[in-house]
């Protein structure tokens, strides 16, 4: 049994140690936000973060994670409730297809973590493991300095 905590809930798998996180994810605790995309660790469509660092659950084994913390795109809020990152995807209408964006959303989330007011160049750095087809590119990097600035108010508001 491996135990970590996914999205501030601890929980044991009995999956095979060496089957990837995603599969995990989706199979046994019914998170589908991570997508299978290419199964390589190439195009970011399955990205959650682990202990803060984004990864490609694709590729990484769950014996990896014993004691860990993931946070999956889940984890940023929800339909009713939807985090400031999510939000600002909203309105900025950055999904097109949205296959990707899920992925994009984790990579966003750690840059705002480490980079609270970031500017274009980070942002484009920290999406650059990201392949999407969209061309909501523009919107994307909107909908991230959107966040920031709300979730800069916020935290503002709360000293």
Known sequence: MITF??????RSVTSDPDTPLLYVL????????AKFGCGLGQCGACTVLV???ALFSCITPVMLLEGRSIR???GLGTVDEPGPLQAAFIAEQAAQCGYCIAGMMMRAQ?????IPDPDDDDI???LEPQLCRCGTH???IRAVKRAAHTMTQASEAAR
Not at 110 to 114: A, D, F, Q, T
């Open 124 to 126: 484009l750095a920290a």
């Open 51 to 53: 202990d803060g660092e």
């Open 138 to 140: 523009m919107r994307v």
């Open 110 to 114: 750690e840059l705002l973590e480490r």
């Open 5 to 10: 905590t996914v999205n501030g809930t601890q």
């Open 72 to 74: 999956t795109v889940e």
């Open 26 to 33: 989706r199979d046994e605790l019914a998170l589908n936000g």
